[in-house]
């Protein structure tokens, strides 16, 4: 069975960075395209980025420029570098395939507050 562990969250102020940690156990890591995902009080889960096995990415417009995704195939491990944080990342991140795939984990909760 498919586990995904989120773990990297905490709370952070304006402008500050995390780095969000996904471990991956259960699958083929390494054939699958990943993704991050977050969802604040109230509104919809998102992607806001996404990587494919070849290491090809892509971002929301909302973390354009801020988020960087990556992937260690080798540790099944998908990683979410996040700088320049902002109130509005405030969320429970979660990360799952793309298309979404596996049952979803616990996730990681981000505070972004001064």
């Known amino acids: 069975q498919v586990q995904l562990v989120e773990s990297g969250g905490g709370k952070v102020q304006p402008g500050g960075s995390l780095r969000l940690s996904c471990a991956v156990s259960?699958?083929?890591?390494?054939?699958?395209?990943m993704g991050w995902y977050r969802q604040a009080p109230g509104k919809q889960r998102d992607m806001v980025a996404g990587i494919t096995s070849g290491g090809t990415t892509n971002y929301a417009d909302s973390v354009k420029g801020r988020f960087t995704i990556s992937r260690d195939n080798a540790k099944n491990t998908l990683y979410l570098q996040m700088n320049s944080l902002k109130p509005e990342d405030t969320a429970v991140y979660y990360c799952?395939?793309?298309?979404?795939?596996?049952?979803w984990g616990q996730g990681t909760q981000v505070t972004v507050s001064s």
């Open positions: 799952n395939g793309v298309p979404i795939r596996y049952p």
């Open positions: 259960g699958t083929i890591f390494s054939i699958n395209a």
